[in-house]
């Protein structure tokens, strides 16, 4: 599977930002998908996902919970997040994921950067 994010960019803290994530392969709609993000200084963490295989359920990192949305078009293949009220602690490189179960990646895209200025 590939995955292909983009969307990022350079924006203020209080601005929006939506990214997307196109995914390789037949079976879109029933691929677990997540967003994580990695600070310049810190690991790589859940942001938030969508799993087919717990009936569609949605999670979300306490941290991002009502400010950013993940939502899915299986007719496009692909993944969204949208990102509003955006704060300098958001800023990271944001990876889209298709995952096992909860919180396990097997694949990773390559990742679009998000640049939050104060």
């Known amino acids: 599977v590939q995955l292909q994010a983009s969307g990022g960019g350079v924006v203020q803290a209080g601005g929006n930002l939506s990214l997307s994530c196109v995914a390789s392969?037949?079976?879109?709609?029933?691929?677990?998908m997540a967003w994580f993000r990695q600070g310049l200084s810190s690991e790589r963490e859940f942001v938030a996902a969508m799993y087919w295989s717990d009936d569609d359920t949605v999670v979300y990192s306490d941290s991002v919970e009502g400010r950013l949305t993940i939502s899915r078009d299986n007719a496009k293949n692909t993944l969204y997040l949208q990102m509003n009220s955006l704060k300098p602690e958001d800023a990271a490189l944001y990876y889209c994921t298709k995952d096992r179960y909860y919180y396990t990646p097997a694949y990773w895209g390559q990742g679009t950067l998000v640049t939050v200025s104060s």
């Open positions: 392969g037949r079976n879109f709609a029933t691929y677990n």
